[in-house]
């Protein structure tokens, strides 16, 4: 895992913004209307952190659910806090999980690789059974984590075992966003850009979805399962009839689970991952 590797981009959802529609004969998205809307929103402020590997106690990173339970047998997303200059032993897990990093620097190789210090929007996926470090620097060093299916164990070396997955590192720098020009899942006159993260055999995807400042526009999912996790930034999100903003910050989330209009402001660039099992757009 010495190398950092650039994940192509492939096609993906389509995405849209609120731009005024200046040809007669074009659909006029804004107006779509769900019934019975599933929209959700969870709050930062409402997660409840609790030590990542029970062993270690308050040595250990800090786990915090936006959705499932690392302790049982569901898909769970959630926030792991890490301290400034926390270095784990060498370790497995008996799952495989996925990251982005939110705040700080992280680093996560075998033991032997050189220090790889991945900084806000990096991605990296560690497979179950495989010998690993986790290393983190910086303030408030944190990172989103999901897992397909818990409980979210901590082995010793000595249980290390080979499964099919291999590890991928991606360095923000590394990331391949792309926009209107150049993907038709980003609707004409939108100039938000989206960068495809990783693929499931179950048939999720996640992604980054990149929002700069000033953006007003609508993400019309239509998966069962869809969320957006702010990574970096604040987004202004209104629920569906209803006028007043509830302000999401970083670590909050919005959900559906049928298809859903998510109609969202940005007053600084944010960065959103995007997880879910169906198509979706932005206008």
């Known amino acids: 895992m010495k190398n950092i590797i650039v994940l192509l981009i492939f096609a993906c959802p389509l995405i849209s913004c609120n731009e005024e529609i200046k040809t007669k004969n074009k659909e006029d998205r804004s107006k779509i209307v769900i019934e019975n809307p599933t929209n959700n929103v969870g709050l930062s402020k409402d997660i409840v952190f609790i030590p990542l590997n029970p062993a270690r106690g308050d040595k250990a990173p800090q786990a915090g659910a936006i959705y499932g339970n690392i ?4 898909a769970t997303g959630y926030i792991g806090k890490f301290k400034d200059g926390f270095s784990s032993p060498t370790h497995i897990h008996n799952v495989t999980y996925r990251a982005i990093v939110m705040n700080g620097e992280l680093h996560n190789a075998d033991e032997n690789a050189p220090m790889m210090w991945m900084p806000t929007g990096s991605a990296w996926t560690q497979p179950k ?39 991928i590192n991606i360095h923000a720098s590394n990331m391949i966003y792309l926009g209107k020009d150049e993907s038709k899942l980003i609707e004409e006159n939108c100039n938000a850009k989206i960068a495809y993260t990783w693929e499931k055999k179950n048939g999720e995807n996640g ?14 999912s239509k998966g069962s399962i869809f969320y957006g996790i702010i990574i970096k930034g604040n987004l202004a999100y209104t629920m569906p009839n209803i006028e007043k903003a509830i302000n999401l910050d970083q670590g909050s989330h919005f959900n559906s689970t049928a298809e859903a209009i998510h109609d969202v402001t940005t007053q600084e660039a944010s960065l959103v991952y995007i997880r879910t099992n169906n198509t979706f757009k932005v206008k």
């Open 129 to 167: 059974g495989q010998l690993h470090i986790t290393a983190a620097r910086g303030k408030n060093a944190m990172a989103y984590i999901e897992i397909d299916s818990g409980p979210y164990l901590v082995w010793p070396p000595y249980k290390n075992f080979q499964s099919d997955g291999r590890p």
């Open 71 to 74: 302790r049982d047998t569901v």
């Open 207 to 220: 992604y980054l979805l990149k929002l700069p400042a000033g953006f007003k526009g609508q993400i019309h």
